[in-house]
């Protein structure tokens, strides 16, 4: 098994059935939650740092990894440079889990706390952190907006059209690909790999966000990017306080469909989903899993037609704070 294959998996396309409406389309949920990260961020972040490695010659002990997040892009790096014998350390806002900084610690990173989002989180690992480092290389992991992530996460496309394939599905029944978006990683990894086919302008994608966390509909509104001061959801995976420029221009470009969905009722969805599955997805990947339950939210789909839902991962939240929220 060489590098790639130990640092990422080929995650399941699996048909997803829904009672009602019964006339409605067909939904293949891809299961990025397997990855080794818990999440889709392990594609990307994986890509990013083995690539730097490639780059340096003889690289043992020269270089360390360093990263900032809201948690599921930290535990992506950790078990990453953990499998590639590397050093990271992974700055967290003071909004991050207990139990996701022991993921993270335990994976053998070190983290350190600091600020009240992300971005806060991020300076201060530029500013002070990295500027004091000992390390002859570093790399800067940024959880979202960098073209060596997305080139990592685009390979989610190459696997879907094999997977569609496999199952003799015709891609012009493929009506769109639903994807959360936080701060835009996944999104424009998406369209790079539609794109990179031929399809960014056949299969659109719908980009959902939580209330509170809406950074992207809300540039959309404005016309331009625009900064939140501070994020309000609870779907803290989402909590970017600002969306990078390739997802607002490609947003754009292809028209793709943004939607704003309530924290009550991503919540009520993980909970559901969970009943029928056994699998615990966090609000922000809740907020992709809501398309299956409430398909006319996204549009008009006949029964032939194929809506695939990235279940992007995440390991945040415990069953009973997501019962919380709604209670």
Partial sequence: MDGAQQLTVRSPLLPFKVKVPSDGPTFLLKHEFIQ????????????LIKTK????ENPEGKLAVYSSSGGNAGLAAARACNSLNVPCVVVVPKTTKPRMINKIESAGAKVVIHGNHWKEADEHLREHIMK???????VYVHP???PVIWE???VIVDEILEQLNEYGADIKNVKGIVCSVGGGGLYSGIISGLERHGLATSIPVFAVETRGCDVLNKSLTAGKPVVLDKITSIATSLGSTEVCSKCFEKVNEYASKSIVLEDHDVSATCLKFFDETSILVEPACGASVHACYHPELFGSFSADDIIVVIVCGGSCYTYEEIQSFIS
Avoid: M, V
């Avoid at 080794?36 to 890509?47: A, D, E």
């Avoid at 490695?53 to 340096?56: D, H, R, V």
């Avoid at 004091?132 to 570093?138: C, P, R, V, W």
């Fill in 144 to 146: 979202f907006d960098d």
């Fill in 36 to 47: 080794p990260g818990g999440s889709f961020k392990s594609r990307g972040i994986s890509h």
């Fill in 53 to 56: 490695l490639e780059s340096i």
């Fill in 132 to 138: 004091n480092s000992t390390y002859a290389e570093t």
């Fill in 152 to 154: 990592g996460h685009s």
